[in-house]
Nanobody, 131 residues
Framework: QPRVAESGGGSVQSGGSLRLACTVY????????IAWFRQAPGKEREGVSC????????NYAESVKGRFTISRGDGENVVYLQMDNLSPDDTGVYYC????????????????????????RGKGTLVTVSS
């Protein structure tokens, strides 16, 4: 059964770093869009970053640009989200999602995809940043 699963969440102090991993099962990362979303307590879910594996293009929310880096693991079915200089505003549940890049409606470089546009969604991993 195709699925995605997140790992790497945890607690860190403001200014610290965490690396999240999104592992895909039952399909390869070829021509996929992998997108990270997050939801803070009491707030709506928002897009954080995406990677289009076909072209290697990436995109980031303005709030994380320059601090977060999305990348594909070498020879692995894993996509990483490196998060540096974390602040309490980054606290939330982080979700990994995936979809077929070749299917109509796919986007990443032009704009972050919508959560409902994704084919596979993980259960989320909690990131807590304390001040």
């Amino acid at each position: 059964q195709p699925r995605v699963a997140e790992s790497g969440g945890g607690s860190v102090q403001s200014g610290g770093s965490l690396r999240l991993a999104c592992t895909v099962y039952g399909f390869t990362l070829d021509y996929r869009i992998i997108a990270w979303f997050r939801q803070a307590p009491g707030k709506e879910r928002e897009g954080v970053s995406c990677l289009a594996t076909g072209a290697g293009s990436t995109n980031y929310a303005e709030s994380v640009k320059g601090r977060f880096t999305i990348s594909r693991g070498d020879g692995e079915n894993v996509v990483y989200l490196q998060m540096d200089n974390l602040s309490p505003d980054d606290t939330g549940v982080y979700y990994c999602t995936a979809r077929n890049q070749r299917r109509a409606g796919a986007r990443c470089s032009s704009a972050l995809p919508g959560y409902g546009d994704m084919d596979y969604r993980g259960k989320g991993t909690l990131v807590t940043v304390s001040s």
